[in-house]
């Protein structure tokens, strides 16, 4: 069965502090990993995609990394914002339209 | 070009009424998919389409729901005999083509159903 963990479930941290979450898979084949940011009450919006080529992307504050050996994604916050305020989804394809939606990671930044 | 758009953003049925989910595409954008996400889960495909055709149904629940795309107009997600369990935020997001490596799926804001 193709799965998505993510963790943490939720974080807190201070704004300016730098975050990074945790994105696990077994989807199988791989096709590419996106990472999404849903503000509450909005639709998920893009940060990045990789292929199984790519190691890293960045996007502004949000780098993101591939490690498809182990099957691993991380998401790296720079000097967070009060705006990062918001749910983190990992989402992985199996090629074609079929995605695969981790269940996100709550995070919280505080002034 | 305004993104992809849901109607309603809230909606409120009773049990056993009928609950109608509306979601035009971006411009241009031939490909529908509707995504269900109860609370505290992560997004479930539910059902892919084109216009006039359903691709793939197999996230739908067998019984009650239906969805369409028809050749002019809005995709439409239909309810019928809506129960407690339906409550759940609705998505529905376009593409220009069918997913691929590199294809960017665009999503609504939701439609939150809830049913008392």
């Known amino acids: 069965k193709n799965q998505v963990e993510q963790s943490p479930q939720s974080l807190i941290i201070l704004e300016g502090k730098n975050c990074t979450l945790q994105?696990?898979?077994?989807?199988?084949?791989?096709?590419?990993l996106r990472w999404y940011k849903q503000d509450t009450g909005r639709g998920p919006v893009s940060l990045t995609i990789m292929t199984f080529s790519e190691n890293t992307k960045s996007n502004g504050r949000y780098t993101a990394t591939l490690d498809a050996d182990t099957k691993q994604s991380s998401l790296h916050i720079t000097a967070s914002q009060l705006s990062d305020s918001a749910s983190y989804i990992c989402v992985v394809s199996a090629g074609g339209y079929a995605l695969n939606f981790g269940k996100g990671t709550s995070l919280l930044v505080t002034p | 070009n305004a993104g992809v758009m849901q109607n309603p953003r809230h909606l409120v049925r009773r049990r056993g009424q009928e609950a109608r989910l509306r979601c035009s595409p971006m411009k241009g954008h031939s490909h529908v998919y509707w995504y269900r996400q109860l609370p505290e889960e992560g997004l479930k495909f539910m059902v892919y389409?084109?216009?006039?055709?359903?691709?793939?149904e197999s996230g739908m629940p067998k019984e009650r729901f239906s969805a369409e795309f028809p050749k002019e107009g809005p995709s439409i997600l239909r309810i019928q005999q809506v129960v407690r369990g339906d409550s759940a935020a609705y998505f529905c997001a376009s593409s220009p083509m069918r997913g691929g490596t590199d294809t960017e799926a665009f999503f609504g804001q939701g439609t939150r159903l809830t049913v008392v």
């Open positions: 389409l084109q216009k006039e055709n359903i691709i793939d």
């Open positions: 994105c696990n898979y077994t989807v199988s084949p791989f096709s590419n």
